[in-house]
Protein backbone atom coordinates (compact mmCIF):
# COMPACT_ATOMS: atom_id res chain seq x y z
CA UNK A 1 0.00 0.00 0.00
CA UNK A 2 1.28 3.60 -1.09
CA UNK A 3 1.94 6.01 1.57
CA UNK A 4 -0.55 8.66 1.43
CA UNK A 5 -0.04 12.15 1.99
CA UNK A 6 -3.06 13.86 1.57
CA UNK A 7 -7.14 12.32 1.49
CA UNK A 8 -10.01 14.39 1.01
CA UNK A 9 -12.92 12.42 1.17
CA UNK A 10 -16.98 14.08 0.90
CA UNK A 11 -15.92 17.41 1.46
CA UNK A 12 -18.70 19.86 1.33
CA UNK A 13 -18.95 23.36 2.00
CA UNK A 14 -21.04 26.50 2.16
CA UNK A 15 -20.01 29.86 3.19
CA UNK A 16 -21.99 32.17 5.41
CA UNK A 17 -23.59 33.60 3.13
CA UNK A 18 -25.20 30.90 1.74
CA UNK A 19 -22.59 30.10 -1.45
CA UNK A 20 -22.44 26.39 -1.93
CA UNK A 21 -18.77 26.11 -2.78
CA UNK A 22 -18.04 22.26 -2.55
CA UNK A 23 -20.46 19.54 -3.61
CA UNK A 24 -18.36 16.54 -1.85
CA UNK A 25 -14.62 16.30 -2.95
CA UNK A 26 -12.61 13.17 -2.83
CA UNK A 27 -8.94 13.17 -3.82
CA UNK A 28 -6.06 11.17 -2.48
CA UNK A 29 -2.69 12.28 -2.65
CA UNK A 30 0.11 9.65 -2.95
CA UNK A 31 3.19 10.87 -1.56
CA UNK A 32 5.74 12.39 -3.55
CA UNK A 33 3.00 12.81 -6.25
CA UNK A 34 2.41 15.89 -8.09
CA UNK A 35 -0.80 16.46 -9.04
CA UNK A 36 -1.72 19.62 -10.66
CA UNK A 37 -5.64 20.91 -9.75
CA UNK A 38 -7.30 22.38 -12.59
CA UNK A 39 -10.84 24.19 -13.04
CA UNK A 40 -12.14 27.48 -14.34
CA UNK A 41 -12.73 30.59 -12.10
CA UNK A 42 -15.29 30.22 -9.51
CA UNK A 43 -14.75 26.19 -9.33
CA UNK A 44 -13.92 26.18 -5.85
CA UNK A 45 -10.36 25.45 -5.84
CA UNK A 46 -9.25 28.43 -3.09
CA UNK A 47 -11.67 26.90 -0.93
CA UNK A 48 -10.70 23.87 -1.34
CA UNK A 49 -6.98 24.98 -0.38
CA UNK A 50 -8.70 26.84 2.34
CA UNK A 51 -10.04 23.48 4.10
CA UNK A 52 -6.84 21.61 3.52
CA UNK A 53 -4.90 23.84 6.28
CA UNK A 54 -7.70 24.04 8.18
CA UNK A 55 -8.54 28.05 7.70
CA UNK A 56 -11.85 27.31 6.59
CA UNK A 57 -13.81 24.80 8.11
CA UNK A 58 -17.39 23.46 9.43
CA UNK A 59 -18.83 21.99 5.88
CA UNK A 60 -19.08 18.14 6.23
CA UNK A 61 -16.54 15.75 4.76
CA UNK A 62 -12.98 15.12 6.51
CA UNK A 63 -9.26 16.38 5.44
CA UNK A 64 -6.31 13.94 6.30
CA UNK A 65 -2.58 15.06 5.89
CA UNK A 66 -0.42 11.81 6.60
CA UNK A 67 -2.72 10.55 8.12
CA UNK A 68 -3.70 12.82 10.90
CA UNK A 69 -7.29 14.53 10.71
CA UNK A 70 -8.13 18.40 10.22
CA UNK A 71 -9.80 19.26 13.46
CA UNK A 72 -10.25 23.30 13.57
CA UNK A 73 -11.37 23.24 17.49
CA UNK A 74 -8.14 21.28 18.02
CA UNK A 75 -5.16 23.69 18.39
CA UNK A 76 -2.35 21.45 18.74
CA UNK A 77 -3.15 19.93 15.82
CA UNK A 78 -3.87 22.43 13.64
CA UNK A 79 -0.32 23.74 14.62
CA UNK A 80 1.09 19.93 13.03
CA UNK A 81 -1.44 20.44 10.57
CA UNK A 82 -0.41 23.90 9.15
CA UNK A 83 3.24 22.55 9.36
CA UNK A 84 2.46 19.61 7.18
CA UNK A 85 0.52 21.76 4.12
CA UNK A 86 2.65 24.22 2.94
CA UNK A 87 0.27 26.78 1.26
CA UNK A 88 2.36 29.27 -1.41
CA UNK A 89 -0.36 31.94 -1.97
CA UNK A 90 -1.08 33.47 -5.19
CA UNK A 91 0.66 37.62 -4.68
CA UNK A 92 4.22 36.70 -2.91
CA UNK A 93 3.43 40.37 -1.45
CA UNK A 94 0.92 38.93 0.52
CA UNK A 95 3.31 35.78 1.85
CA UNK A 96 6.62 37.95 2.39
CA UNK A 97 5.63 40.75 4.86
CA UNK A 98 8.84 40.72 7.57
CA UNK A 99 11.39 43.19 6.87
CA UNK A 100 13.83 40.72 5.22
CA UNK A 101 13.62 37.80 3.50
CA UNK A 102 15.98 35.84 6.40
CA UNK A 103 13.08 36.71 8.89
CA UNK A 104 10.49 36.00 6.36
CA UNK A 105 11.88 32.25 5.99
CA UNK A 106 12.47 32.37 9.47
CA UNK A 107 8.94 33.04 10.29
CA UNK A 108 7.31 29.56 10.10
CA UNK A 109 9.96 27.60 11.94
CA UNK A 110 9.90 29.87 14.80
CA UNK A 111 6.42 29.71 15.24
CA UNK A 112 7.36 25.91 15.80
CA UNK A 113 9.55 26.76 18.44
CA UNK A 114 13.32 26.40 16.77
CA UNK A 115 15.64 29.32 17.57
CA UNK A 116 19.21 30.62 17.38
CA UNK A 117 21.17 27.45 15.19
CA UNK A 118 18.57 25.49 14.10
CA UNK A 119 16.20 27.65 13.32
CA UNK A 120 19.51 29.60 11.12
CA UNK A 121 20.53 26.35 9.58
CA UNK A 122 16.62 26.07 8.25
CA UNK A 123 16.61 28.72 6.79
CA UNK A 124 19.68 28.67 4.84
CA UNK A 125 18.61 25.08 3.96
CA UNK A 126 14.94 26.13 2.28
CA UNK A 127 16.86 29.48 0.40
CA UNK A 128 19.35 26.93 -0.93
CA UNK A 129 16.79 24.29 -2.11
CA UNK A 130 15.06 27.54 -4.10
CA UNK A 131 18.46 28.97 -4.96
CA UNK A 132 17.72 32.20 -3.29
CA UNK A 133 20.52 31.86 -0.96
CA UNK A 134 21.70 35.29 -1.39
CA UNK A 135 19.25 37.50 -1.08
CA UNK A 136 18.32 36.45 2.36
CA UNK A 137 19.57 40.28 4.03
CA UNK A 138 17.41 42.14 1.36
CA UNK A 139 14.12 43.41 1.86
CA UNK A 140 11.16 41.23 0.03
CA UNK A 141 10.40 44.18 -1.71
CA UNK A 142 13.33 45.18 -3.54
CA UNK A 143 13.80 41.85 -5.22
CA UNK A 144 12.29 41.02 -8.57
CA UNK A 145 8.45 39.74 -9.00
CA UNK A 146 10.08 35.88 -9.98
CA UNK A 147 12.51 35.92 -6.76
CA UNK A 148 9.76 36.69 -4.96
CA UNK A 149 7.57 33.96 -5.77
CA UNK A 150 10.37 31.65 -5.16
CA UNK A 151 11.24 33.37 -1.55
CA UNK A 152 7.83 32.78 -0.91
CA UNK A 153 7.91 28.68 -1.81
CA UNK A 154 11.24 28.55 0.79
CA UNK A 155 9.28 30.24 3.23
CA UNK A 156 6.70 27.05 3.52
CA UNK A 157 9.50 24.92 2.55
CA UNK A 158 11.35 26.02 5.78
CA UNK A 159 8.64 23.90 7.31
CA UNK A 160 9.71 20.67 6.02
CA UNK A 161 6.00 20.26 4.59
CA UNK A 162 4.37 16.67 3.65
CA UNK A 163 2.78 18.75 0.99
CA UNK A 164 3.71 21.83 -0.92
CA UNK A 165 0.16 23.46 -2.05
CA UNK A 166 0.93 26.26 -5.16
CA UNK A 167 -2.31 28.89 -5.66
CA UNK A 168 -1.75 29.96 -9.07
CA UNK A 169 2.48 29.69 -9.48
CA UNK A 170 3.09 31.06 -12.82
CA UNK A 171 0.80 34.17 -12.36
CA UNK A 172 2.61 37.13 -13.65
CA UNK A 173 5.25 35.48 -14.50
CA UNK A 174 8.02 36.21 -17.43
CA UNK A 175 8.70 33.14 -19.19
CA UNK A 176 12.73 32.97 -17.66
CA UNK A 177 11.11 32.98 -14.19
CA UNK A 178 8.02 30.54 -14.92
CA UNK A 179 10.92 28.01 -16.46
CA UNK A 180 12.90 29.11 -13.40
CA UNK A 181 10.26 27.98 -11.19
CA UNK A 182 9.63 25.18 -13.24
CA UNK A 183 12.80 23.89 -11.83
CA UNK A 184 12.89 24.41 -8.42
CA UNK A 185 9.89 23.48 -8.07
CA UNK A 186 10.75 19.77 -10.42
CA UNK A 187 13.94 19.40 -8.20
CA UNK A 188 12.22 19.31 -4.86
CA UNK A 189 10.93 16.15 -3.03
CA UNK A 190 7.95 16.79 -1.57
CA UNK A 191 4.38 16.14 -2.25
CA UNK A 192 2.89 18.87 -4.55
CA UNK A 193 -0.62 19.99 -5.17
CA UNK A 194 -0.25 22.88 -7.97
CA UNK A 195 -3.64 24.81 -8.17
CA UNK A 196 -3.44 26.37 -11.73
CA UNK A 197 -5.25 27.71 -15.40
CA UNK A 198 -1.55 27.32 -16.78
CA UNK A 199 -2.18 23.96 -18.32
CA UNK A 200 1.32 23.71 -19.94
CA UNK A 201 2.63 24.21 -16.86
CA UNK A 202 0.36 21.48 -15.18
CA UNK A 203 1.81 19.14 -18.50
CA UNK A 204 4.97 20.08 -17.74
CA UNK A 205 5.46 19.70 -13.59
CA UNK A 206 2.30 17.36 -12.78
CA UNK A 207 2.25 14.01 -14.34
CA UNK A 208 -1.90 13.67 -12.81
CA UNK A 209 -4.36 16.19 -13.12
CA UNK A 210 -7.70 16.62 -11.34
CA UNK A 211 -10.37 18.76 -12.55
CA UNK A 212 -12.18 20.71 -10.34
CA UNK A 213 -15.65 22.16 -11.74
CA UNK A 214 -18.68 23.24 -10.10
CA UNK A 215 -17.45 22.31 -6.92
CA UNK A 216 -17.05 18.67 -7.32
CA UNK A 217 -14.37 16.66 -8.74
CA UNK A 218 -15.02 16.30 -12.43
CA UNK A 219 -11.66 14.41 -14.19
CA UNK A 220 -8.96 12.49 -12.29
CA UNK A 221 -6.01 11.09 -14.66
CA UNK A 222 -2.51 11.25 -16.54
CA UNK A 223 -2.50 15.18 -17.54
CA UNK A 224 -1.84 14.27 -21.08
CA UNK A 225 -4.95 12.36 -21.22
CA UNK A 226 -7.14 14.87 -19.52
CA UNK A 227 -5.43 17.78 -21.65
CA UNK A 228 -5.90 16.11 -24.68
CA UNK A 229 -9.77 15.25 -24.07
CA UNK A 230 -11.45 18.64 -26.01
CA UNK A 231 -14.80 17.62 -24.50
CA UNK A 232 -14.20 17.64 -21.27
CA UNK A 233 -11.88 21.22 -21.60
CA UNK A 234 -14.65 22.76 -23.31
CA UNK A 235 -17.31 21.57 -20.84
CA UNK A 236 -15.41 23.08 -17.67
CA UNK A 237 -13.95 26.80 -19.55
CA UNK A 238 -10.38 25.16 -19.38
CA UNK A 239 -8.56 26.39 -23.27
CA UNK A 240 -4.88 25.42 -23.95
CA UNK A 241 -3.52 28.01 -25.28
CA UNK A 242 -3.08 29.09 -29.21
CA UNK A 243 -1.62 26.62 -31.17
CA UNK A 244 -0.48 24.06 -27.97
CA UNK A 245 -1.33 20.24 -28.39
CA UNK A 246 -0.35 18.42 -25.41
CA UNK A 247 0.27 15.31 -27.75
CA UNK A 248 3.12 16.99 -29.33
CA UNK A 249 5.38 17.56 -25.98
CA UNK A 250 6.41 14.79 -23.96
CA UNK A 251 4.77 15.36 -20.61
CA UNK A 252 7.34 15.79 -17.43
CA UNK A 253 9.06 13.17 -16.16
CA UNK A 254 6.75 10.59 -14.05
CA UNK B 1 9.33 56.47 -3.58
CA UNK B 2 12.63 54.30 -4.34
CA UNK B 3 13.19 51.99 -2.05
CA UNK B 4 10.72 54.40 0.09
CA UNK B 5 11.58 53.31 4.17
CA UNK B 6 13.69 53.16 6.73
CA UNK B 7 16.73 52.15 3.80
CA UNK B 8 16.55 55.90 2.67
CA UNK B 9 17.20 57.09 6.45
CA UNK B 10 19.58 54.46 7.07
CA UNK B 11 23.13 54.94 6.56
CA UNK B 12 25.10 51.17 6.92
CA UNK B 13 28.22 51.89 8.35
CA UNK B 14 30.44 50.46 11.02
CA UNK B 15 31.40 52.52 13.63
CA UNK B 16 30.66 52.43 17.26
CA UNK B 17 27.74 54.48 17.20
CA UNK B 18 26.10 51.85 14.77
CA UNK B 19 27.36 48.81 16.48
CA UNK B 20 25.83 50.23 19.16
CA UNK B 21 22.36 47.80 20.49
CA UNK B 22 19.20 49.73 18.64
CA UNK B 23 17.68 49.63 22.03
CA UNK B 24 20.35 51.05 24.13
CA UNK B 25 20.07 53.73 21.57
CA UNK B 26 16.22 54.31 21.85
CA UNK B 27 17.27 54.69 25.82
CA UNK B 28 19.84 56.69 24.96
CA UNK B 29 18.07 58.86 22.62
CA UNK B 30 15.03 59.63 25.15
CA UNK B 31 16.87 59.90 28.32
CA UNK B 32 18.66 62.99 26.43
CA UNK B 33 15.48 65.04 25.03
CA UNK B 34 14.46 64.48 28.51
CA UNK B 35 17.41 66.31 29.74
CA UNK B 36 17.29 68.96 26.99
CA UNK B 37 13.17 69.83 27.66
CA UNK B 38 13.84 70.02 31.36
CA UNK B 39 16.87 72.70 30.48
CA UNK B 40 15.39 76.37 31.59
CA UNK B 41 15.24 78.13 28.32
CA UNK B 42 17.25 81.12 29.77
CA UNK B 43 20.17 78.45 30.07
CA UNK B 44 21.60 79.66 26.77
CA UNK B 45 24.72 78.12 26.27
CA UNK B 46 23.58 74.84 27.90
CA UNK B 47 21.65 74.39 24.36
CA UNK B 48 25.33 74.92 22.93
CA UNK B 49 27.21 72.42 24.96
CA UNK B 50 24.22 70.19 23.66
CA UNK B 51 24.21 70.60 20.17
CA UNK B 52 28.27 69.80 20.50
CA UNK B 53 27.35 66.41 21.97
CA UNK B 54 25.35 65.71 19.16
CA UNK B 55 28.42 67.08 16.72
CA UNK B 56 30.32 64.82 18.57
CA UNK B 57 27.96 61.82 18.32
CA UNK B 58 27.84 62.48 14.33
CA UNK B 59 31.39 62.36 14.05
CA UNK B 60 32.01 59.53 15.32
CA UNK B 61 29.49 57.63 13.35
CA UNK B 62 30.28 59.39 10.36
CA UNK B 63 26.68 61.00 9.54
CA UNK B 64 28.05 64.46 7.52
CA UNK B 65 26.84 67.36 8.44
CA UNK B 66 25.42 68.18 5.12
CA UNK B 67 23.29 65.04 5.51
CA UNK B 68 21.72 65.91 8.94
CA UNK B 69 20.84 69.11 7.54
CA UNK B 70 19.32 68.12 4.80
CA UNK B 71 16.72 66.31 6.93
CA UNK B 72 15.89 68.68 9.36
CA UNK B 73 13.35 69.65 6.28
CA UNK B 74 10.99 67.93 8.59
CA UNK B 75 11.09 70.27 11.29
CA UNK B 76 10.64 73.55 8.76
CA UNK B 77 6.85 74.21 10.35
CA UNK B 78 7.82 74.21 13.83
CA UNK B 79 10.45 76.68 12.58
CA UNK B 80 7.69 78.65 10.81
CA UNK B 81 6.05 78.54 13.80
CA UNK B 82 8.91 79.57 16.33
CA UNK B 83 9.16 82.43 14.39
CA UNK B 84 5.60 83.79 14.09
CA UNK B 85 6.05 83.78 18.20
CA UNK B 86 8.00 86.63 18.50
CA UNK B 87 5.37 88.82 16.27
CA UNK B 88 2.29 87.43 17.52
CA UNK B 89 2.83 87.48 21.26
CA UNK B 90 1.65 89.75 24.14
CA UNK B 91 3.83 91.48 26.60
CA UNK B 92 6.99 94.04 26.33
CA UNK B 93 8.52 94.56 22.92
CA UNK B 94 11.90 95.14 21.93
CA UNK B 95 12.91 96.40 18.96
CA UNK B 96 15.11 94.67 16.49
CA UNK B 97 15.94 95.64 13.38
CA UNK B 98 13.06 98.21 13.27
CA UNK B 99 10.61 95.19 14.05
CA UNK B 100 9.08 95.45 17.58
CA UNK B 101 8.85 92.15 18.44
CA UNK B 102 7.06 90.29 22.03
CA UNK B 103 9.75 89.80 24.64
CA UNK B 104 8.20 86.62 25.92
CA UNK B 105 7.76 85.64 22.56
CA UNK B 106 11.03 85.55 21.58
CA UNK B 107 12.25 83.16 24.50
CA UNK B 108 8.92 80.87 23.77
CA UNK B 109 10.24 81.00 20.05
CA UNK B 110 13.67 80.19 20.69
CA UNK B 111 12.99 77.79 23.22
CA UNK B 112 10.67 75.89 20.05
CA UNK B 113 13.42 76.26 18.37
CA UNK B 114 16.56 74.78 20.10
CA UNK B 115 14.83 72.24 21.67
CA UNK B 116 13.48 71.08 18.63
CA UNK B 117 16.30 70.97 16.87
CA UNK B 118 17.92 69.07 19.34
CA UNK B 119 15.46 66.63 19.28
CA UNK B 120 15.32 66.23 15.40
CA UNK B 121 19.32 66.07 15.54
CA UNK B 122 19.51 63.12 17.82
CA UNK B 123 16.52 61.51 15.95
CA UNK B 124 18.04 61.91 12.85
CA UNK B 125 21.17 60.52 14.42
CA UNK B 126 19.60 57.10 15.23
CA UNK B 127 17.78 56.33 12.65
CA UNK B 128 20.66 56.77 10.16
CA UNK B 129 23.03 54.51 12.55
CA UNK B 130 19.95 51.81 13.43
CA UNK B 131 18.50 49.92 10.50
CA UNK B 132 14.89 48.99 10.56
CA UNK B 133 15.30 45.71 11.91
CA UNK B 134 17.03 46.45 14.76
CA UNK B 135 14.73 49.06 15.28
CA UNK B 136 11.71 47.17 15.61
CA UNK B 137 14.06 44.12 17.35
CA UNK B 138 14.89 46.98 19.98
CA UNK B 139 10.97 48.10 20.25
CA UNK B 140 10.32 44.73 21.04
CA UNK B 141 13.42 44.41 23.81
CA UNK B 142 12.24 47.48 25.36
CA UNK B 143 8.37 45.73 26.16
CA UNK B 144 6.73 47.95 23.49
CA UNK B 145 3.76 46.04 23.19
CA UNK B 146 3.91 43.69 20.63
CA UNK B 147 1.01 44.60 18.77
CA UNK B 148 2.65 48.13 18.20
CA UNK B 149 5.32 46.56 17.13
CA UNK B 150 3.84 44.36 14.63
CA UNK B 151 1.98 47.40 13.50
CA UNK B 152 5.27 49.42 13.03
CA UNK B 153 6.63 46.04 11.04
CA UNK B 154 3.76 46.20 8.63
CA UNK B 155 3.54 49.59 7.65
CA UNK B 156 7.34 49.61 7.07
CA UNK B 157 6.88 46.71 4.79
CA UNK B 158 3.65 47.94 3.09
CA UNK B 159 4.27 51.36 2.72
CA UNK B 160 6.04 50.61 -0.50
CA UNK B 161 2.90 48.30 -1.77
CA UNK B 162 0.41 50.83 -1.04
CA UNK B 163 2.24 53.62 -2.44
CA UNK B 164 2.55 51.31 -5.64
CA UNK B 165 -0.64 50.89 -5.97
CA UNK B 166 -1.50 54.54 -5.22
CA UNK B 167 0.78 55.19 -8.74
CA UNK B 168 -1.26 52.54 -10.37
CA UNK B 169 -4.24 53.86 -9.73
CA UNK B 170 -2.81 57.54 -10.36
CA UNK B 171 -1.79 56.56 -13.93
CA UNK B 172 -4.80 54.79 -14.87
CA UNK B 173 -6.98 57.51 -14.14
CA UNK B 174 -4.31 59.81 -16.32
CA UNK B 175 -4.34 57.58 -18.79
CA UNK B 176 -8.18 58.34 -18.99
CA UNK B 177 -7.25 62.12 -19.03
CA UNK B 178 -7.89 62.66 -15.53
CA UNK B 179 -6.36 65.98 -14.50
CA UNK B 180 -7.07 66.87 -11.02
CA UNK B 181 -6.98 70.76 -11.78
CA UNK B 182 -9.95 72.15 -9.33
CA UNK B 183 -11.72 71.11 -6.38
CA UNK B 184 -14.55 69.34 -7.90
CA UNK B 185 -12.05 66.64 -8.37
CA UNK B 186 -11.45 65.77 -4.76
CA UNK B 187 -14.34 63.53 -5.53
CA UNK B 188 -13.00 61.76 -8.04
CA UNK B 189 -9.54 61.50 -5.99
CA UNK B 190 -11.35 60.82 -2.50
CA UNK B 191 -12.95 57.68 -4.25
CA UNK B 192 -9.62 56.46 -5.40
CA UNK B 193 -8.83 56.75 -1.44
CA UNK B 194 -11.68 54.71 -0.36
CA UNK B 195 -10.60 52.18 -3.34
CA UNK B 196 -7.32 51.73 -1.90
CA UNK B 197 -7.98 51.35 1.77
CA UNK B 198 -10.67 48.59 1.09
CA UNK B 199 -7.84 47.19 -1.59
CA UNK B 200 -5.45 47.20 1.37
CA UNK B 201 -7.87 45.89 3.97
CA UNK B 202 -8.54 43.59 1.74
CA UNK B 203 -4.89 42.30 1.45
CA UNK B 204 -4.46 42.67 5.33
CA UNK B 205 -6.68 39.39 5.75
CA UNK B 206 -4.75 37.95 2.98
CA UNK B 207 -1.48 38.52 4.57
CA UNK B 208 -3.06 37.49 7.66
CA UNK B 209 -4.31 34.41 6.19
CA UNK B 210 -0.89 33.73 4.76
CA UNK B 211 0.11 34.12 8.51
CA UNK B 212 -1.82 31.51 9.86
CA UNK B 213 -1.09 29.29 7.37
CA UNK B 214 2.70 29.18 8.82
CA UNK B 215 1.33 28.78 12.20
CA UNK B 216 1.03 32.21 13.55
CA UNK B 217 -0.76 31.66 16.99
CA UNK B 218 -0.97 35.32 17.93
CA UNK B 219 2.66 36.73 18.64
CA UNK B 220 5.64 37.15 16.36
CA UNK B 221 8.00 35.20 17.25
CA UNK B 222 11.35 37.26 18.45
CA UNK B 223 13.60 36.48 15.70
CA UNK B 224 17.44 36.64 16.95
CA UNK B 225 19.09 39.89 18.20
CA UNK B 226 22.05 40.92 20.54
CA UNK B 227 21.53 41.54 23.68
CA UNK B 228 23.17 44.42 25.30
CA UNK B 229 26.15 44.01 27.53
CA UNK B 230 27.81 46.44 30.24
CA UNK B 231 30.52 47.57 27.93
CA UNK B 232 27.11 48.89 25.49
CA UNK B 233 25.35 50.19 28.30
CA UNK B 234 28.08 52.72 29.33
CA UNK B 235 28.49 53.58 25.99
CA UNK B 236 25.35 54.43 25.54
CA UNK B 237 24.75 56.36 29.02
CA UNK B 238 27.54 58.52 27.47
CA UNK B 239 25.48 61.53 25.87
CA UNK B 240 23.05 61.14 28.54
CA UNK B 241 24.98 61.42 30.90
CA UNK B 242 27.13 64.30 29.55
CA UNK B 243 23.70 66.61 28.89
CA UNK B 244 23.05 65.89 32.86
CA UNK B 245 26.18 67.13 33.76
CA UNK B 246 25.96 70.49 31.22
CA UNK B 247 22.51 70.79 32.83
CA UNK B 248 23.48 70.55 36.41
CA UNK B 249 26.73 73.12 35.49
CA UNK B 250 24.25 75.64 33.14
Known amino acids: MIEVSLEVAGLAFAYPDGHQALFGVDLTIGRGERVALLGPNGAGKTTLVLHLNGILSGGVGTVRVGGLEVRPGDRDTLREIR ?24 FGPANLGLRGAELDARVSEALDLVGMGDVADRPPHHLSFGQRRRVAVATVLAMRPEILVLDEPTSNLDPASRRELHDVLDSLDVTQLVVTHDLPFA ?17 DGATADVLGDADLLAAHRLELPYGFDPRSVAPGRP | MSGGHGHALYRPGDSAVHRLPAHVKVLALLAFVLVVVATPREHYWAFGAYALLLAGV ?3 ARVP ?31 VLGLS ?67 RMRIARESRGFQARHLGHARVVAQGAGALF ?18 YAGSMPLTATAGAGRADWLRGATLPLAAGVVAVLS
Not at chain 2, 101 to 127: C, D, F
Open chain 1, 203 to 219: LQLCPRSVVLSGGAVVA
Open chain 2, 101 to 167: LSEPGLLTGWNILAKGTLGVVASILLAATTDVRGLLAGLQRLRVPDRLVEIASFMIRYADVVAGDMR
Open chain 2, 198 to 215: VRSYERGERVHLAMLSRG
Open chain 1, 83 to 106: RRVGIVFQDPDDQLFMPTVRDDVA
Open chain 2, 65 to 95: ARVVVARMVVELPFVVFALLMPVVSQGPRVD
Open chain 2, 58 to 60: AAI
